[in-house]
């Protein structure tokens, strides 16, 4: 078994329209900001870097590591970019771990930043095509609101899933948002509203404006050492139980079922079988809702609900924050905002803040235990999931 | 300490103008030439996958971990996608070795894969610009020629480096790769020839064409796995003893001397402080000679000459198959090409096939012990370094 990893710090700037600043300046903001959510540490502790950038944007694309690193004092150390798409700096987040397990480094940085709004809005999401299968999927028009429209279609058509159910969603995470001062967007909307959006235009039927993520501008961070030392550096380690990752082809069509993303399924697999506890145990739970259909998928991919159930449990409020298992508490990417290589340790975030019973708003209650990341990269191709326990793991 | 790691297998294709073959199936040959170099081993034992691309070339820019892993028969196993300019597939080794190391994975790959000749040349140099700093170089219109010729021009004036050196690095290189089967430049040439070439235009003063590595198409491969084990799956183990990695301002104008990459310089260090050798016991060397001058800086900055007689050393002959330290027995990135994100790989096979004595008419005498690989990422902006073993290192 791998050695024991705990995460000592997280950070996170502002998510939104942030036209003032550049994506250097985010990244720097999120990585202080968990360098100071550590004690006694300071940047020139950290021994391993990796950034998780996709170039979303019109700047810099290839090359980064020395371009973030210079910025962000972090020169002459080890900077490796990692990229999987909207997946980024979960994996990210994944070789930190492993960095740190293997003894190539007592602290590891994981972290992510992206500009969207640098760009209009039509070239950014051209841009985005390059997350899907550009040579037979982006290049002949299809975006990523449409894959997921498939997806949506599909789970309607076998699960009887309705509008109301993706609605159900939607309503929750900008419920949430309203408590989460980074948040994008911090205003709840009614299902009436909801429904509303149909009759003023589809993004891609049957996903409405308020089905989908928005684009955002931000960054984050985490900083993780052996569970040995971690109470060197944090009055509160929260440790690394699991961590899985999966990936499926690049191609929509090429998959077997839309309805379920293998990637995902996988992921949450092996993070489960290294943590030694199944879906039953998770009281919280952070999952890639970059539409809302995802989320439904995602709480039936991590084994929340049964096949099928995801959309009626939404619906019935099993999701909410005093449901049976809260999920995006702090608005998901629906309305805390999804800044695509920064979503993942966002997630990370808010998790080790929950646990901690540091998410001041956002808190649930009771304070818990075992909370759950689930990110995605593409229309399902990557996925990696980390479950994180306050306590630290037994075997 | 790290886990001790061991290199079971490698593999690559043919180097050069591959306009038949796509990047996909570049990168499985690659793949399955690593698999069917070790013994007993499947591609479906593969726990870990970490794939070098840059995306040059006009096609998917990104979320290419399914696209490969698809084509390559790879899924659902974790894939990352890791990009350091052209030390990507380096770094990518990096971080099998953790991958291992920390127990994620008992059997970790890493490889890289590039097609530069499925687009014009002056769009591939164009795109190769984005390895160097977008906004304030190579929009500019600097290419790594030009600035690789600024640290040549440095070089000379400080360390009175003659014409003459960089010659005789190209000769070296291009006599090697003649005893390369898979090399893209299998024919020697002359002190004449290179001196000649100045005549018929400069790429970047003092650079002339033989002073430039070419493009080229080609993929590599390297498997890695737990020493204590390594003997399942091979008569040959190859020890890793030491990885390092170091990183730099991504814009030349940013660096404090031109005639020194610090960032490979801080990379040697670290490899050498893990091995616990110096660069005296190193007996054979792939160093990252993208342009003749970076070979001989590369000589200089990992220890094996003193700073300024890296030139010197090169016309007597000191880097020759039959020298003090062989350097780049495979022709280099000079000779044997340049595919960008497979260099890396591609260096450590070399290397790997010198210690066990299979490298056949490249193989130096007597078989050496010890050997170092050396890749660099943009003009010197990320570095890593490997030094690898015939036996296991000691601590």
Redesign the interface.
């Known amino acids: ?3 024991k990893v705990a995460v000592i710090g997280v950070g996170q700037t502002q998510f939104g329209q942030l036209y003032e600043k550049d994506r250097t300046k985010l990244l720097a903001e999120a990585v202080l900001d968990a360098v100071s959510d550590c004690n006694n540490l300071e940047l020139k502790d950290i021994n391993e870097v990796f950034i998780g950038f ?2 979303l944007g019109g ?9 973030f ?2 910025y962000l004092n ?12 909207c997946a980024t700096s979960g ?1 990210a987040f ?2 930190a ?8 480094a007592d602290i590891a940085l994981a972290c992510g930043t992206e500009k969207m709004h640098d760009i209009g809005t039509s070239q950014v999401l051209f841009e985005m095509g ?6 037979w999927e982006s290049n002949f028009g299809i975006t990523f609101a449409g894959m997921y429209a498939l997806v949506a279609q599909r789970h309607m058509h076998v699960y009887k899933t309705t509008k109301q159910m993706l609605g159900a969603v939607a309503v929750k995470n900008h419920k949430n948002a309203v408590n989460n001062p980074l948040a994008q967007f911090r205003r709840p909307i009614t299902m009436e509203q909801y429904m509303q959006a149909d009759l003023t235009g589809m993004v891609a039927q049957p996903l409405n404006i308020y089905d989908c993520c928005p684009l955002t501008d931000g960054a984050s961070a985490a900083i993780v050492t052996r569970a040995d030392i971690a109470k060197k550096f944090t009055d509160a380690p929260i440790y690394v139980l699991g ?9 929509t069509f ?1 998959r077997d079922d839309l309805t379920s993303l ?2 995902a399924v ?2 949450s697999k ?1 993070a489960y079988k290294m943590a030694g506890v199944g879906p039953e145990k998770v009281q919280i739970a952070e999952v890639h809702d970059c539409f809302t259909i995802a989320e439904i998928v995602a709480t039936e991919d991590l084994g929340f609900f049964k096949k099928g159930e995801g959309g009626k449990m939404a619906l019935e409020g099993q999701t909410a924050v005093d449901g049976r298992i809260p999920v995006n508490v702090d608005g998901g990417l629906k309305a805390k905002g999804h800044p695509v290589a920064a979503t993942g340790c966002s997630q990370i975030r808010t998790i080790v803040k929950e646990l901690r019973g540091e998410a001041e708003k956002m808190q649930i209650s009771p304070q818990p235990e075992i909370g759950l990341t689930h990110n995605v ?2 229309s399902g ?2 996925s ?1 999931v980390h479950i994180f326990g306050r306590k630290p793991p037994s075997k």
Chains 1, 2 share one sequence.
């Open positions: 078994m791998p050695e996709t170039g700047t810099q694309l290839g090359n980064v590591s020395g371009w690193g210079d972090l020169l002459p150390k080890p900077i490796h970019r990692v990229e999987n798409a994996y994944r070789c771990l492993m960095a740190v397990a293997s003894g190539y390059r997350g899907g299968d550009s040579d961590s899985g990752a999966g990936t499926d082809s690049l191609a090429r293998r990637a996988e992921a092996m990269g593409g191709t990557v990696v």
